[in-house]
């Protein structure tokens, strides 16, 4: 069925005239990307992949945002024009005034709120509620241990400002605000058309640069500019967006001139794409990484996952690719406050063997057949097949593999993930804490049913420490839980953002958070 998907969008493009593009766009006054699936939602309160977030970062913004010129990514002012602290526990927002969203209606402080309360509604069912828990009573709502919102640290004051009273304090809150989780969010829309229908085309009501105007699902997504954005005007009118799973059909659209930027590119073909004009390459803020399921045997045992770390040798893996990607052992990439070069575990396939067999594994017949779970895609392929090898020679055991398209993997990893997943991990704002919070107890994003007290203490620590020095050595330390003593993740490499760029696209977005925000770029 993907074959045929890929073959005939292909002809369907190719089949298109130089000024007239599909749903009757304009070439002239469109970008043409491709974010290679379909979004599992628009719903940017549920959301936590990166297809979603490819168009709704185009779409929607939060009270803060980043500022890519500036080498240290400081959070810069969106909805809000300012925040303020004494001591980064109780912080307060001043929002803009004269905003609205795509259909004309006002936005509020009232609309910030309603979405700080949808995030933490168990009901909502969103893998970042956690990012409120530091909130007063944050946490206690979610539970249900509190019941009545207004016990929640969220105020609106007499001037209309919005203020967040933490528990504990914490340096980097702003960003927190930037997230799409914690957008605002219009109760009416949501009311009127229901929780899972609202955000599809003509319903959403958007506060960004573009509105969502056509999701003809699993083929193709049309932007259109939102003339009632509050700040400078998108330069182009539309956004194309495809949904092309197969990398080489996209380098070939491409080249073609049917396809105006490409971010992932074919792990086999890094090489000879290099030379391309349009080839953009830098690292970014973001690991690759194995997770494992902790719950099933044999990877309840710390002694088995440690042997397995250390069978596996990721610069095989990062030789293989030849992207740029850079191997990891630690859990945070070089770039940001916290990145050591010395933690981890390094390959050394004598002390795996040895690790096992402690493990109770001695007479290898007897270890169980697990498998490495992974979504449909070629580079993830390689990977999986590239490990599964260095196993069989180091350890002497066999693992399967079983790939899954992206929206059923997602689901599969919440209901019953596999013995070892795979999964990346993009920084959602530039702290270490992005990172770390991915395995808290309370995390939803924590697929490996790993759970540790003092793991969650520590991250908590560094959360709140405002000595820059002090916060370093704390989370030295989680790291070092993570991924020396009880891996319930396995880092495997650095990612580096390769992408072909069309000429035609000026003010292209760059940033190390592959955040593509395309309001500034022009076509020429």
């Avoid at 309360?117 to 909130?135: A, M, Q, V, W």
């Avoid at 019941?147 to 001037?159: H, L, R």
């Avoid at 090489?271 to 803020?285: A, I, S, V």
């Amino acid at each position: 069925m993907q074959k045929w998907f890929t073959l005939t969008l292909a002809l369907t493009l190719l089949a298109c005239t130089k000024k007239s593009l599909e749903y009757g766009l304009d070439i002239k006054d469109t970008i043409r990307i491709n974010c290679q699936t379909e979004p599992p939602t628009m719903d940017w309160t549920k959301m936590h992949d990166t297809a979603s977030h490819m168009v709704s970062i185009n779409m929607m913004e939060g009270l803060t945002g980043i500022d890519y010129d500036n080498a240290e990514l400081p959070a810069t002012p969106k909805l809000a024009t300012e925040w303020t602290t004494k001591d980064a526990r109780v912080w307060t927002f001043t929002l803009r005034k004269g905003v609205k969203w795509s259909d004309g209606v006002e936005f509020t402080a009232q609309h910030v709120l309603d979405g700080f309360e949808r995030l933490l509604n168990p009901k909502t069912g969103s893998t970042y509620s956690y990012l409120l828990f530091p909130i007063k009573n944050g946490e206690a709502y979610f539970k249900g241990e509190v019941k009545d919102f207004s016990q929640v640290g969220v105020k609106i004051n007499d001037k209309g400002q919005i203020v967040i009273e933490l528990v504990k304090p914490m340096s980097y809150f702003p960003y927190i605000m930037g997230h799409q989780a914690t957008f605002p969010i219009r109760k009416d829309i949501i009311a009127k058309y229901g929780e899972d229908k609202w955000a599809d085309a003509g319903r959403i009501a958007t506060i960004g640069a573009y509105n969502l105007k056509i999701w003809d699902h699993d083929k193709n997504i049309v932007l259109e500019r939102n003339d009632n954005y509050y700040g400078d005007k998108a330069k182009t009118k539309n956004i194309l967006v495809y949904m092309i799973n197969d990398y080489s059909t996209a380098v070939n659209l491409y080249h073609s001139g049917k396809l105006d930027f490409q971010e992932q590119l074919p792990s086999n073909e890094a090489r000879g794409l290099k030379t391309d004009p349009g080839f953009k390459q830098r690292p970014m803020l973001g690991l690759y990484y194995y997770g494992f399921n902790v719950k099933k045997p044999p990877f309840d045992n710390a002694k088995v996952r440690q042997a397995f770390a250390y069978a596996i040798d990721r610069k095989q893996i990062t030789d293989l690719l030849a992207g740029g990607q850079v191997p990891l052992n630690g859990f945070i990439p070089p770039g940001m406050f916290g990145h050591e070069a010395d933690v981890g575990i390094h390959a050394d396939p004598a002390k795996a063997a040895k690790l096992l067999d402690e493990a109770g594994f001695k007479d290898r017949s007897h270890f169980p057949r697990v498998t490495i779970g992974f979504n449909t895609d070629e580079t993830h392929q390689r990977i999986a097949e590239n490990v599964q090898a260095q196993l069989k020679k180091n350890l002497g055991v066999q693992v399967e593999l079983a790939n899954e398209e992206w929206k059923v993997y997602l689901n599969h990893l919440i209901t019953d993930a596999p013995n070892i997943y795979r999964l990346g991990w993009i920084a959602d704002y530039p702290d270490p804490d992005t990172f770390y919070s991915i395995f808290l107890s309370n995390s939803e994003n924590n697929h490996s049913g790993w759970t540790n007290k003092t793991y969650d203490n520590l991250v908590a620590q560094g959360a709140s420490e405002l000595n820059k020095e002090k916060r370093r050595q704390i989370y030295l330390k989680a790291q070092k839980l993570l991924t020396e003593e009880e891996l319930p993740m396995l880092p495997i490499y650095v990612q580096t953002y390769s992408s072909l760029i069309s000429p035609r696209l000026k003010n292209f977005p760059n940033n190390p958070l592959e955040r593509i925000e395309l309001k500034g770029t022009t076509i020429q």
